[in-house]
């Protein structure tokens, strides 16, 4: 079992940029994929990025592509998520996701483990 927690969220004027860290407990952590989800007041929850196990493939949300960059250092057991030219429309609550396996998915429901997740405000 792994145990999330979200930090780096905050408030930024659009164009800037945040770093989102997420560490996890456990002494496993490379053998989860990890991914990063958002989600605004009465939407569905949305696919951001993801990470393999190793951290040798990622994957990206076409809104987000080119701007954010999903990370690893499975030596310190945590994931970031680099955000750059932040849109108000980034705005949202931003969850660290885990699940102890191979391979990656854009669907919330495969992944196990959840933070609390970080606030996220761009402001225009």
């Known amino acids: 079992q792994v145990q999330l927690v979200e930090s780096g969220g905050g408030l930024v004027q659009a164009g800037g940029s945040l770093r989102l860290s997420c560490a996890a407990s456990g002494r496993t952590f490379s053998s989860y994929a990890m991914a990063w989800f958002r989600q605004t007041p009465g939407k569905e929850r949305e696919f951001v990025a993801a990470?393999?196990?190793?951290?040798?493939?990622?994957y990206y949300a076409d809104s987000v592509k080119g701007r954010f960059t999903i990370s690893r250092d499975n030596a310190k057991n945590t994931v970031h998520l680099q955000m750059n030219s932040l849109k108000p429309e980034d705005t949202a609550v931003y969850y660290c996701?885990?699940?102890?396996?191979?391979?990656?998915?854009?669907?919330?429901?495969?992944?196990?483990?959840w933070g609390q997740g970080t606030q996220v405000t761009v402001s225009s």
């Open positions: 996701a885990a699940r102890d396996a191979m391979g990656w998915s854009i669907g919330g429901a495969w992944y196990d483990y």
């Open positions: 990470i393999t196990r190793s951290g040798g493939y990622t």
